[in-house]
């Protein structure tokens, strides 16, 4: 991803994508001192701009360390970055980090860096392809305890085991898999969040052990404005079985319905066609029938 045309945002200027590099003895390679964000570029727009700013400078805080930016600041830097590379529908991938000017894990001498990445990502999927359903594996790796790790963080030593566990369900021919947390309660997947439909009602974790994503927020006053109740709880694995509907939520994965979490099955209905469509409706999305068909192709 290192080999390509683009204008990178590096701690203040745009530079070529190829020249963006860190040094090997950057303290954030080593202890994992890295705070990111994944953020969604609709027709030019960037969708929640300001909370995803925000949700970077309090990650960076979690982890004891300051962005030397403003919130107003960083969306700035985003906005010039996304015009620079004349992007209409695409990622946004904004990191702030400890460098490599100490080594060691006390790294009060490091500095905070920041760069922002952003690439085209044309939505692929129609409504009608989504509405298949993915399947997840349970993972083995749970979600740590709140005391464990800085579970608020979008912190990307935390994503070591979602690499892990999406690697396993990927490698069994699953799409993804569900984590658990240290209770054994139901999480989150692996960079999203998950709802169920039972007896008529959505259902959806307790976010005080992973991230309550700006998705997650957004789909649940969309399902409200439906006339839905939206019930946050402890949920076990073994209710999975009373769920009829089954949805992931986040930036990348938006509204993904599910078909299949390790023994459980649901049937993508009248709910998940609902919030994919308004999810679909509320940022703007427009279908590029030529991109969905070369997909289906491949
Ligand atoms: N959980 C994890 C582990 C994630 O990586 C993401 C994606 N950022 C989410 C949940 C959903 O968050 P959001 O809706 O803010 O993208």
Request: charged share 25%; glycine share 6%; proline share 5%.
């Amino acid at each position: 991803f290192d080999d390509r045309d683009g204008l990178i945002w590096h701690d203040g200027k745009l530079v070529d994508w190829r020249d963006a590099k860190v040094h090997v003895l950057t303290h954030a390679l080593h202890y994992a001192s890295a705070v990111f964000e994944g953020e969604r570029v609709y027709a030019g727009n960037v969708f929640k701009l300001r909370e995803h700013s925000q949700r970077l400078i309090d990650s960076a805080k979690e982890l004891g360390f300051e962005i030397p930016m403003t919130v107003e600041e960083i969306d700035a830097a985003t906005i010039e970055t996304v015009k620079a590379n004349n992007i209409v529908d695409g990622y946004v991938r904004p990191i702030a980090w400890r460098g490599s000017e100490q080594m060691g894990v006390s790294a009060q001498q490091t500095k905070t860096h920041v760069a922002i990445a952003t690439w085209p990502w044309p939505s692929y999927f129609s409504p009608e392809a989504r509405l298949r359903g993915i399947r997840l594996a349970i993972s083995d790796w749970r979600r740590p305890d709140p005391r464990t790790a800085p579970v608020k963080s979008k912190a990307a030593g935390l994503y070591m085991i979602c690499t892990m566990s999406k690697h396993k369900a990927e490698n069994e021919g699953y799409d993804d898999a569900l984590l658990l947390d240290w209770r054994g309660q139901v999480a989150e997947a692996t960079g999203a969040n998950i709802f169920f439909l039972m007896n008529g009602d959505l259902h959806t974790p307790t976010p005080d052990c992973f991230l309550d994503g700006i998705t997650r927020r957004t789909v649940i006053e969309l399902a409200k404005k439906r006339g839905l109740k939206v019930v946050e709880r402890k949920i076990m694995p073994e209710e999975m079985a009373d769920a009829t509907e089954c949805f992931l939520t986040g930036t990348a994965a938006e509204v993904t319905p599910v078909r299949e979490i390790g023994p459980y099955s649901f049937t993508p209905g009248d709910v998940c066609k609902a919030l994919v469509e308004d999810y679909d409706a509320l940022v703007g999305r427009t279908h590029d029938k030529a991109a969905s068909a070369r997909h289906s192709a491949a």
